[in-house]
Structures are given as C-alpha cells and as structure tokens.
C-alpha cells in the first residue's frame, strides 16, 4: 500500500460498523483503514497505527469515546490526530448546521453512509 | 292672752241673737225668736232638756241638769273675737259659737249676763250668781276662782307685720309692739335684737303699726285676724308664730263639780272638724306662706337638693352606663375589626393556599412530566443508539454493494427502498430524539413569518407533488420574538407535514399570523405550568387544512407521543407531541380544532410581550 494513503482509524464497539466503513473506505483505493472494537485499545492501536484521522464512537461499552479523546488530547505524540466522533444520540440534523461541531469536535450521526464519511474526512485533514 | 282689761264694745241697743241680755229692756221679743230659733236647731229633737245621749252622762249629772235647766254665764264684755257683745248687743265670738253648740248638746238654756268687767266677773262668780265663764287662760285672776276644763280653744300665736315684711327674720333689728298681757314669743323662736314695746291693746298696736311706729305685733292668730280684718288692714300679714298657743277653757263655779263634768263630757263631744268649723268663722287672716317660712325653704332645699342629687346621680349612672355602652360597643366594634382582619387573613391565607396548591399542582405536573421525558429520552437514547447502529451498519453495508452491483437496474431498486426504509427507521427515531429533548433554547430574535416562509420552502416539494395550495394571510407588522428558529421551523414543517399527509392531493393550506388576545382558555393545549388567561394579549400563528379533520374523541389524543391517524408507516406519531414540546418551551399554547365544513385548524399562540 502507498504511503500516500490516508491511514484511518476506526474504534467501535459494534465490529459490523468498523468492517463496512472499512470496506467502503478502502474500496476507494484512498484509505488504508485500521479497526478496533475495545475501546480501552483505541489508544495503544493509535500509537501503533499512527493514523492521520480517527473515527470514535461516543457509546462504547468498557470505554466512552470522549475519556478516549481526553487520553489522545494527554498523549503529546497522538494529540494532533485529529478525531471525529461517531454518535447515534444526536441526530443528523443537530450535526448538520455549524459544521458537525458541538463543543468543538466533528461529529458524524449515526446512520452514517461512506460519503458522508469521506466528505467528513476531506474537511478536516 | 294672759288678761286683759274689759273694754266696753258695742252699744246697747241690739238684742242678742239668740240669748235675751235680761238686765236690759226690750229684749223679750228677741229672747222669744230665739227660743223659735233654738227650737227650730233642735228639732227632730224632741225636748230641749234631753241631753244628748253620745255624751254618755251618767243619772246624776242627768239629774243635775234637769234641775238645773237655766245657766248663767257672763262673758267678758271685750273679748274680741272670743267673746264679745256686738252693736246689737248680741254674745258673740268664738266662745259664743261653743256655748251655742255646747246648748244643743246638753239641752240647757245659757242665760248671758253682761258684766260691766272681770272684777264684776270674779265678785259674780264666787258669789254664785253666775254658774260659769266660756273662755278663761288659765294664768287669769278669773281662772283662781273656778274649775276649768280642759282648754277647748286653742290658738296659735303669730307675729304680724307689714307685707314688706316677709318673714321673722326681717324682723331683725325692729320694733315689735306686744300689746299689754297678750302672748309672748316662745324662748328661742323671737328674733335677735328686737326691741319689744308693750302697748295697751291689739288695735293701739295696729295703729302704731299703720303709723310706722312699730313694725311687728305679736299675737294670737284670731285676735290678728279678727283686728285687721275690721280695721281694714290689708298691708299686714302673719309673718311667723310665737310657738306658743293661747289656751281657753271654760270656768265653772267651784260648787259646781257636777257640771264641770258635765262641760267637760259636752265639750269632750265636740269634734276636729267642728272646731276647726268655728274656728274658720272668726280666723280669716291664712297662715304665714309657705314662702316666707325659712324652715320651708330649707325643706324645699333639702327636697330639691335631694332632687337634684338624685337626678344628678341618674345622670351620672346614665353617663356611667352610656360610657359603659360606649366602651363595650368600641370593644365589639374592635372585635368586629378584628373578626373581619382575621376573616379577610383566612381568605388571603386560603387564596395563597389554592394558589399554592394550584402552583403545587402544576410543579408535580412538570415533576412528573420531567420525570416521564427523562425516562422517556433515556429510553429514546438507548433506542436510537440501539437502531441506529443497526441502521449504519445497512446503509454503509448498501454502500458496499451498490459499488458492486454494476448497474443492475433490479438490485438498484431494491437497494433504493432499503435505503428508504432506512431512512424511515432514522427519521422515527429523530423523532423519538426530538421529542424527549427539551433542552435549552438557542433563542434569538426573529419573526414567525420568516420561519414560515423557510418552513414552506422545506416542504415545496410535497407541495408541488400533491397540487397543494397555500393561501397566506401573514401581518406584516407581527413583532419580533425571542425564539429559537430551527425548533420553530421543525414545527411548522411539523404543521405543514401534517397537513399535506391529512389532505393527500388537491387542497389548500391556509397560513396566516395575527395578533389577537386570548378569547377562551377552555380548548387550549399548554405544557404543565404554562397557562394563558381570558384577554391575555398573544401572537397566532395558525395552519388550517382541508383535510378530513379529526374525529372528535381523537382530537385531545393527538398530542400524546406515538397517537397517529395516518396509516402505518407515514406517521411517526410523534409530530404533534414533538410540536407541543417546542411550543411549551416557548411558553405558548397550541389549540386544535375542526373546520366547518372540514378541515383542521391549528393554531399556535405565544404570549405577546409587545402589549
């Protein structure tokens, strides 16, 4: 794979999720998507993965997606990747004026599809 | 009077009107005609020697008196008005009127002889020449020779004076004539530092008193009477009494006991009311007034003070009782005050105490609604965390295959309703999101009719697709109102939605704002605490359809979540309670209602701060 990918990060709870947006992305030839479904590994997998954006969902069950960003945000070498959060509580409408941002970060609603998420990734890298 | 000297009175040429003077001439004729006269009184009486029986005589004194049927009695010739013989030479007097009676009584005859004085008397007396005297003080020199009865005569004695004289005390410092052997003043009752002057008799007196000589004379009351009477004197009046009484008694030969009893049982027999007959002959003078006694002022003082006290004591007790009154009728008054202080406390208290409870009311109301959209936005939460990412998951899966499909025009359709039904399942739960988030208002000033025309242009598409009029009736001079305009505009495309789903094709929706003021509050749907009053000003936005209405129970179910007249899948369900929710965190007020002849009228109604 060219280096000139994209690398994407993806942590969420629900694998199908991860798989498709990882099909999807990669499908274009664009992306080289990385996975994680645990999200207390979401921080090891992005020191590892070194991804130039990370997708996390906001509900995960052993570790919520905003305590994964305060540890990226405390991590020196992680805490200029930039992140986007994936939610299914708020709803496309709330995320849709102001840029997808509530309280400073991108948000994407649930049910996403890959072209909001590719538009999403252009606007932030 | 103690004695006096005898006076020769009258002349002698009458006869005695009833008693022949026998020393005399040509007094036979009158002896006789008394003797008629005599007779005549006596009668129905049947013998002038029968005594009469009240007087209880006993045999003897009976006896006696048969035996002795004629009585000499010699006056004293001057004794006026007691007894004296008159121009007609006729007894006369006081004593005279006694005798009179005292001759019916025992029915004797008195004979009445005219002595020529009290020597004459007292010689005549003694030597038995004449059987008894009629009117005797009992200090006189005649009163020593014989036996006196009790006094049957009894009169008070009594100060004259002139009538600038009003009383005894005026007196003081006068000249007071006491004529020669007459009363005296009783000790204490004369007045201070009077100068007595004795004088020969009543009428000198009169004369001195007429003369300015004297000022007062003291007397019996009959001498008085009698005196100025005759003399004519009508400036002289009684001004007081002596306190002494001149007492006469009937004297009897002292060889006599038999009679003196007899007198004394016939003058015994001679009643109050007949003495006070004589005495009224001969007394005229009245009297001192009433108002010139001191001791009648000083009773009418003490009468009219005791009057007065005793008025002045009801008045007072009546002033007592009115202040009482007064005092008691404050205090009720002040009762009253107090009652009607506490009565008006009570109903202030009750009316902050259906307030209260009212208030109270509406707090659990919203407690419990509050309580129902926390569970119900926890519930939308998990619900749509639970859908959505099932949803996600088919539409990025969609995305997937529709790279591979390679324009198969089937899988392309069927992927399209897949993405459709999708977009159903999102918008559901959107809903769901919607309605339980009642969180705070990003509010900015903006005018309805803008939203509207946004709200409008969101649905144009539908609008143009079913052939859907819309007919606006928007004030242009609507005031601006602090609101949030996405929420706003989610309503009204609530609105519209609803409106175009209700009517399917061909129809016109009415939209129209004004300001108006609240007619009713019955009908009215607010959210818990939120309440509109009759005339409270507010802004109406209202959408009216053409549509087949609501059925009439339906219309208050509209607003529960999940109520829908649509058919399965074109209703959430949630629009109405979603608009509500909006509506109420504005703080207004949403009323539904039927159209004639159909259609639905929604009105929305917030409180209009601009009045």
Redesign the interface.
Known sequence: MSTQKTKVLVVDD?A??TR??K??LE?TGDYEVWTENEGHRAVKAAREFRPDIIFLDV?MPDMQGDRIAEQLEEDAELKDIKRVF?T??V???ETA?GGNKIGGNHFL???????DIIRMIEKVL | MRYRPIQTVGGGKGAGRRHRQPLRPGYRVRIVSAYILLLLLSLPGAAIATPDPSLHLTQTETAWLEEHPELVLAPAADFAPYEFFDDKDSYRGVAADYIALLEQRLGVHFRIVRLADETARLQAIVSGDIDLVAAVTADSPLARAVRLTQPHINIPGVIVAKSEYRNLRALQGRRVAVADGALHFDAGTAPDDIELVPVQDVTTALELISEGRVDALVTDMATASYYIHREGMTDIRIVGKTGTTLSLAVGVRRDRPQLLAIMEKALGSITGSERQRLARQWIHLKEPSLLYSRSFWVAMLAVAAAILLVLVSILLWNRMLKRQVAQRTESLNLELRRRHEAEQELRDTHADLVNSHHELKQTQLQLIHAAKMESVGELAAGVAHEVKNPLAVIRLGMDYIAGEIHSDPVLGDVLKDMGAAVQRADTVTNGLLDFSREGALSRQEACINEIIENSLHLVRHELVQRNIDVVRSLDSNLPMMSCDANRMQQVFVNLFMNAIQAMKKYGTITVSTYQSMVKEEHGMQAAPGIRFESGQPVIVAEVCDTGPGVPVGALEKMFDPFYTTKPVGEGTGLGLSVIRNIVGLHRGAIEVKNRVPKGLSVMIMFDNKEY
């Open positions: 629900e199908s999720i498709m947006i099909l999807n499908k509900m994936l299914a509580i709803t496309r409408d004026d609603a649930k049910p996403v599809n890959t072209e």
